[in-house]
T-cell receptor, first 112, second 114 residues
Framework: DAKTTQPNSMESNEEEPVHLPCNHS???????IHWYRQLPSQGPEYVIH???SNVNNRMASLAIAEDRKSSTLILHRATLRDAAVYYC?????????????FGQGTILTVHP | DTGVSQDPRHKITKRGQNVTFRCDPI?????LYWYRQTLGQGPEFLTY????????KSRLLSDRFSAERPKGSFSTLEIQRTEQGDSAMYLC????????????FGSGTQLSVL
């Protein structure tokens, strides 16, 4: 699976927007960009995914660069409950049974 | 939909003992994955089942590790002759059969080998 690069940590204040970057310069045409997050003492949970176009859901937005070599997860108004490790993952569905390959992720700290 | 259930939540054992963990996936999910996570690291893939067939195993899954999914429902992960290096969080995930379906993770079993 292609690799992603994320900052080790980021900080935000409550109710402010958060932009979590991810670089994936070796992305292939069949790689989907997935984001998962892991709250303390829990398993990872799905946040959002996309291929080429920007995506929105109730949790977040995903902005994908035109060349697809980078993407940004946007939390529009951070809450204390958003403090977690955020993982950016490239998922190639060919021959991998849909498994996810996690990196170290970005630790997001949200200040009151 | 009650989510993915893992049992036990915590397990403390002595080096050399055998341990077994259970995972109950979301009903009708035919894909099941096991991961291992150590402190400060992202989860690492161990093995994958489609229904009852174990289709992929990571090199991390040494011969002391065995996983089963009889009848394609719940799964068990057994570690024989545990070592201190086996101490980790063991996570189970399941997904439906469609290609890009999201994975649902359980809360994991925290193993401590003394």
């Amino acid at each position: 699976d292609a690799k992603t690069t994320q900052p080790n940590s980021m900080e935000s204040n409550e109710e402010e927007p958060v932009h979590l970057p991810c670089n994936h310069s070796t992305i292939s045409g069949t790689d989907y960009i997935h984001w998962y997050r892991q709250l303390p003492s829990q398993g990872p949970e799905y946040v959002i995914h996309g291929l080429t176009s920007n995506v929105n859901n109730r949790m977040a937005s995903l902005a994908i660069a035109e060349d697809r070599k980078s993407s940004t997860l946007i939390l529009h108004r951070a809450t204390l409950r958003d403090a977690a490790v955020y993982y950016c993952i490239l998922r190639d569905l060919r021959g991998s049974y849909g498994k996810l390959t996690f990196g170290q992720g970005t630790i997001l700290t949200v200040h009151p | 939909d009650t989510g993915v259930s893992q049992d036990p939540r915590h397990k403390i054992t002595k080096r050399g003992q055998n341990v077994t963990f259970r995972c109950d996936p979301i009903s009708e999910h035919n894909r099941l994955y096991w991961y291992r996570q150590t402190l400060g690291q992202g989860p690492e893939f161990l093995t994958y089942f489609q229904n009852e067939a174990q289709l992929e195993k990571s090199r991390l899954l040494s011969d002391r590790f065995s996983a089963e999914r009889p009848k394609g429902s719940f799964s068990t992960l057994e570690i024989q002759r545990t070592e201190q290096g086996d101490s980790a969080m063991y996570l189970c995930a399941s997904s439906a059969g469609t290609a890009n379906e999201k994975l649902f993770f359980g809360s994991g079993t925290q193993l401590s080998v003394l």
